[in-house]
Structures are given as C-alpha cells and as structure tokens.
C-alpha cells in the first residue's frame, strides 16, 4: 500500500513538473496564429497551390542528420531556438519564405517528397542558395521586406571556418549571394532601406566590406562572370 502511495505520487509530481500553464497555453497559441497567418499570407501571396502547414514547436531541435520534413511532409516547423531571433515580422517572413521554397520544390513536376528531399541532400549548397533567392522572391511577393532575411541570417547562423567539407555554405557567402540579388532584381529596397539603422544589417554591412567589393567591381565592368565569395 505504501508504495502504491509513494508511485502515486511520484506520477502526480511528474505530471505537474510537465504540465502547462494557462499562460503558457496561450502564449504558444499566440506564437502559432502568428506563424499561421504569415506563413499562409506568403503562400497565398505567391500562388503556391499545393498544402503546406506551419508547426511551432518549442522543444524540438533542428537537426542535419534527420530527413527534413519540409520537404517529405510538407510541414514547416519553426524551432523556438529560431523564432527566439526574430523581431519582426519580415524576419518572420524570411524564415518561412525560405522553408516555403524548399516544400513548394516538392510539388513542381513528377517525384515525391522523399525524393526531392534527396535530391536537397545530393547538393545542399547548390540548393541553400537557390532557396534564399526564392525566399527573397517570395517576400517580396507577399508585401516583406527581403533585407529582414540578412538581417535574420546574420543573427542565426554562426560563421564556420570553411565550407569545403561542409555541406552548408559559409554564412558569408550566402548573405553576399543574397545581397547581389536583392541589389540586381529588388534595388528600390536598397534604396529605401528601412533596415540602414539596424544593429544587425550594420554588422553585415561590417563584415562584407570585401564581397562587396567583389560586387562592386563586377558591376562597373559589366561582367557576367558568377562571384567567388568568401
């Protein structure tokens, strides 16, 4: 009887330590209306006719080693150690502008999710790249600011020493191809850059003196050689 009583309590204690609170309850309800009702406003924005659905999840971490299930299910989860970087709701957007470019790949032509997220896992590089610039287009299709997307990056992903063997590209690099985009398609949100102030943007403006640069030059030599960032 007694240990029936000590488990019995045992099981209370655990329930409760895990249990939510009301406040708690509807601060995560908040914070999935909000991804909801971005995400989908991109989504309908730009005319994206397969299902794709938003999932806040706190406790989950985003992981390489797992298949991605923004491609197999068509599901964008927003991790909190994401969301916890966002301020805004065009950094909202830019992080799922660039998920939605990765599902809304699964629905263009024949193959499956499965083999789309293979295809990702073949050229990782190739596709990070190309699922920024859609972000960007998808953005800006929508009414966000496509600069919120450097900004959020800059914050977001640390900067490894090189990307040879890695199968993600320097964070550097990808702000600079993003940058050129924006500056070669969307020049009027450079021109009326309402992110001039920010801490951040003024960091990235910081450390891509060099590509930059690089960028620059290849302009006033009409050149259409593609950049080697660093």
């Known amino acids: 009887m007694k240990k029936f009583i000590i488990l019995a309590g045992c099981l209370l204690i655990s329930t409760a330590a895990f249990a939510m609170t009301d406040e708690e309850i509807l601060n ?14 991109i989504l309908n924005a730009n005319k994206i006719d397969g299902r794709i659905i938003f999932v806040y999840d706190k406790d989950a971490k985003d992981s390489l080693l797992k298949m991605d299930t923004t491609v197999t299910s068509r599901q964008v989860v927003m ?24 599902a809304s790949r699964t629905f263009d032509g024949m193959g499956n999710g ?26 800006v ?54 992110y001039i102030e920010n801490p951040n943007y003024q960091n ?3 450390t891509s003196v060099n590509n930059r640069k690089l960028l620059e030059e290849k302009i006033k030599s009409g050149s259409k050689e593609k950049l080697k960032y660093e």
Do not use: C
């Open 204 to 206: 990235f403006l910081l």
């Open 28 to 41: 995560e309800q908040s914070i999935q209306t909000r991804i909801n009702n971005t995400g989908t406003r």
């Open 114 to 139: 499965w083999l789309k997220a293979l295809q990702v896992k073949a050229a990782p590089k190739k596709f990070e790249l190309v699922a920024d610039k859609r972000a960007v287009d998808y953005m």
């Open 79 to 102: 991790f909190n150690e994401y969301y916890k970087y966002i301020e805004d709701d065009n950094e909202l957007a830019a992080y799922l502008a660039r998920q939605i470019s990765n």
């Open 141 to 194: 299709k929508a009414g966000y600011n496509p600069l919120a997307l450097i900004t959020f990056i800059n914050k977001a992903f640390p900067q490894h020493y090189q990307d040879v063997i890695s199968n993600k590209n320097l964070t550097s690099k990808r702000l600079a191809h993003i940058y050129e985009y924006i500056f070669t398609k969307y020049p009027y949100f450079l021109a009326n850059n309402e």
